[in-house]
C-alpha cells in the first residue's frame, strides 16, 4: 500500500500555518482517504484537530458544520446530553460565529484545525456560496489556522467555483497503483489455509488478464474473490496439483472469460456467480463447463424489477426496435402479429428476401430509436393482458427505468411535452425479463433472428 509520505502530503499538513485549503484528487481505490486518516490519527492522537466529514452522510450544510464543531470541541451526542450537538448551525454565518467562539474559548485559534471533506464533489450541488466559502474559511474566521481538505475524484478543472472568489486549493494528485502495489494489497487478501505463493501466482494471472480493461483495486479484488475458488477447485478434487499451474489455469479459462463479460461489467450478481458456477465442476466435460458458465444467467428471471415496470420496459425495447408504421399490426386488438399484410406488385419478392437478409436498415444492426412516451404508453396498454391499477403511478415508473439508465433520455432536459426516450438494454436482456413475465416477446418483433 501507499506509505503516508508517498505523495508529499505529510509534509504539507506539517506546515506552520496551514495551507488555507488542499484538494486530493485522484481516481478511485487509491488510498486517498485511507492515507489522509491514517496520517491524522498518527498526528493527532487526541482527534480534537481534525474533523472527518463525509459528503454522502453529511448531505446537508447544517450536518457538515455540526459534525465538525462535535469533532473540533470533542463533543459526543448522547443519552447524557440528550443526542444535542455543540451549537446549532442552520446557516453558514451561523457556523463561523460557533467556530471563532470555539477557538477563542479553547485559546487554540493559533493552533492548526483541519476539515476533511471526502467525497467532495457533492458539494457543488448544495448551494454556489458554499464551496467558496470553505475555500476562504480561514479569512472568514478572522485569520484562524484553518485548513479544508478535499478528498474527491473529479479534477479542479470540474471542481472550480463558476463565481471565482476564492485562490485555487493546494493539490495532491494520487496516482493508480502499480502491479507490485496491487499484488502488495491483494497478498493480503490471501485465505488461511491457502499457500500464499500460489496465491500469488494467480493473482498475477488475474492481473495480466484483466488489467487492460481494468486497474481499479476493489474491482480486482471483487474478481480475484470470485475466480480463486473456481481456481483451486481442481485440487481438491484431484484433478490437477498446485504444481501444474498451466493445467489449472487452462481448468479456469471458461471462468475467466465469463467472467470478463458478466461479473466485471455487473450483468451477473455475486450470489447469482456462485450459484450458478457452483454446478459447473472440472470433473465435468469441459464443453460442459463452458456452456453452463457462459449461460449462467440464462435461467435467471430477469432483473429484479416490479411486474409494471418490466412490462414497462418491454413495450419501450419494443417502440425502439420496431417500425412505428406497424404499430397496428402488431399491437390492435384482435390482430395476429404473425399475420403477414399481402404485398402488391413484382417487387414483393425482391423486399422480402432483402428481409430475409437482413436489410440495410435493419434497425437490430443500426441500434435502438428514439420513440414518444405516449407511443411507449399505447404498447404498454396494449401487452398487458389484465388492467392497470388504478393505484400504480405509471409515471413514476417511467423517471426510475431512466434513473436506472435503462431508459435514455434523448429530448431536451427542459421540455416537459414530447418527450423522447430510446431503451438502453441488450436483446438477451430483455429476453430474460419477458420470460419473468412469461411474455413471448419474439413474436412482437419485426425482422429479428
Known amino acids: 500500500m501507499k506509505e503516508p509520505n508517498d505523495n508529499g502530503a505529510a509534509s504539507h ?25 491514517d496520517l491524522f490519527n498518527e498526528y493527532d492522537t487526541s482527534g480534537g484537530h481534525y474533523a472527518y466529514i463525509n459528503s454522502v452522510e453529511c448531505f446537508t450544510p447544517r450536518l457538515l458544520f455540526e459534525r465538525t464543531l462535535n469533532a473540533w470541541a470533542g463533543h459526543v451526542p448522547s443519552a447524557d446530553n440528550r443526542f444535542s450537538n455543540y451549537a446549532r448551525c442552520d446557516n453558514l454565518v451561523d457556523f463561523v460565529n460557533s467556530v471563532r467562539d470555539l477557538l477563542v474559548t479553547s485559546g487554540k485559534q493559533h493552533e492548526a484545525h483541519y476539515m476533511v471533506i471526502d467525497q467532495a464533489e457533492r458539494l457543488r450541488d448544495r448551494g454556489p456560496m458554499l464551496l467558496t466559502s470553505l475555500l476562504r474559511l480561514s479569512e472568514l474566521t478572522g485569520g484562524a489556522n484553518i485548513s479544508v481538505i478535499l478528498i474527491s475524484n473529479v479534477v479542479w478543472d470540474k ?41 500469488l501466482t494467480f493473482v498475477d494471472a488475474v492481473y495480466e488478464v484483466f488489467h487492460r480493461n481494468c486497474v481499479d483495486l476493489n474491482e480486482l479484488r471483487h474478481l480475484v474473490a470470485m475466480l480463486y475458488p473456481k481456481f483451486v477447485q481442481p485440487v481438491f478434487e484431484k484433478q490437477a496439483t498446485r504444481n501444474e499451474f498451466a493445467r489449472l489455469f487452462k481448468l479456469c479459462q471458461p471462468y475467466f472469460a465469463a467472467a470478463s463479460e458478466r461479473l466485471y461489467l455487473r450483468e451477473i450478481s455475486t450470489s447469482e456467480w456462485q450459484k450458478y458456477s457452483a454446478v459447473a465442476s472440472a470433473k465435468n466435460n469441459p464443453e460442459d463447463v463452458a456452456t453452463s458458465i457462459y449461460h449462467m444467467a440464462e435461467n435467471s428471471d430477469g432483473m429484479d424489477l416490479p411486474h409494471y415496470t418490466k412490462f414497462l420496459l418491454i413495450s419501450a425495447y419494443l417502440a425502439s426496435y420496431n417500425p412505428s408504421r406497424l404499430d397496428v399490426q402488431y399491437f390492435a386488438r384482435g390482430k395476429d ?54 393505484a400504480v403511478d405509471v409515471q413514476t415508473q417511467i423517471a426510475s427505468l431512466i434513473t436506472l439508465r435503462l431508459l435514455t433520455k434523448t429530448s431536451a432536459g427542459d421540455r416537459l411535452d414530447g418527450i423522447k426516450c430510446k431503451c438502453n438494454v441488450s436483446l438477451e436482456a430483455i429476453r430474460a425479463i419477458s420470460r419473468s413475465v412469461r411474455f413471448e416477446i419474439d413474436r412482437f418483433l419485426y425482422n429479428f433472428t
Open 13 to 37: 499538513f506539517s506546515e506552520d500555518p496551514a495551507p488555507p485549503c488542499v484538494f486530493v484528487y485522484g481516481p478511485s481505490a487509491t488510498g486517498k482517504t485511507a492515507v489522509i486518516r
Open 159 to 199: 471542481f472550480r467555483p463558476r463565481h471565482g472568489g476564492a485562490a485555487d486549493p493546494l493539490s495532491i494528485f494520487f496516482p493508480y497503483y502499480t502491479k507490485q502495489q496491487i499484488l502488495l494489497v491483494l497478498a493480503k487478501d490471501c485465505p488461511l489455509d491457502e499457500p500464499q505463493g500460489f496465491f
Open 337 to 390: 402479429p404473425t399475420q403477414k399484410r399481402k404485398r402488391k406488385g413484382g417487387g414483393a419478392s425482391a423486399a422480402a428476401a432483402e428481409d430475409a437478409l437482413g436489410g440495410r436498415d435493419r434497425q437490430q444492426l443500426l441500434g435502438p430509436r428514439s420513440f414518444a412516451i405516449e407511443r411507449m404508453l399505447a404498447i404498454f396498454y396494449s401487452v398487458i393482458a389484465e388492467p392497470v391499477d388504478s
